[in-house]
């Protein structure tokens, strides 16, 4: 006899941000095989979500170089909830705005500084998966993964060039 398990399977979402037109080959394998992505602003044109949609279904918001009439249509801001957990969405955490957990957020997915982080503030998993696009300063060029299972989160960066 077979027991099941009560845990509900995993749910891996790809996270990318800052690529700046640029659609690596690198993040395209990194990110093959998930479920869904989030894109976190600086995308700059249309072919890139394209791209990245014949992979996993998109949430992505705008960043300060998303203009013109592609970007019109993407929010500033938004919010998923995968299996239990509830995901805030924005380019710049500065523009966050209210505290997270007010609304329930459990994570918090931000791009902009190009500069990959994973931290937890008071429950909310805040996490940047740098920038995917073209080299900027030293800062390395990534990719991150959000696990979900149930009502719990991890998530990890990795570099996309060695």
């Excluded at 509900?8 to 990318?16: K, M, Q």
Aim: charged residues 20%; aromatic residues 4%; neutral net charge.
């Amino acid at each position: 006899m077979t027991s099941r398990s009560s845990r509900s399977p995993a749910t891996r979402i790809g996270l990318i941000s800052d690529t700046h037109n640029l659609v690596r080959p690198e993040a395209l394998q990194y990110l093959a095989g998930c479920d869904a992505i989030i894109h976190a602003g600086d995308i700059c044109n249309q072919a890139v979500l394209d791209a990245l949609l014949r992979i996993a279904p998109v949430t992505a918001v705008r960043g300060n170089n998303d203009t013109g009439d592609w970007a019109a249509s993407l929010p500033t801001h938004a919010t998923l909830t995968v299996q239990q957990v509830t995901i805030r969405v924005v380019h710049d955490i500065a523009e966050l705005g209210a505290d997270p957990r007010g609304d329930g957020v459990g994570v918090v997915v931000s791009g902009h500084s190009h500069k990959p982080s994973i931290s937890e503030r008071d429950g909310v998993l805040f996490i940047n998966p740098g920038s995917a696009g073209p080299r900027r300063f030293k800062l390395p060029i990534c990719a991150g993964m959000l696990i979900v299972e149930g009502a719990r989160a991890s998530a990890t960066f990795d570099s996309l060039l060695t």
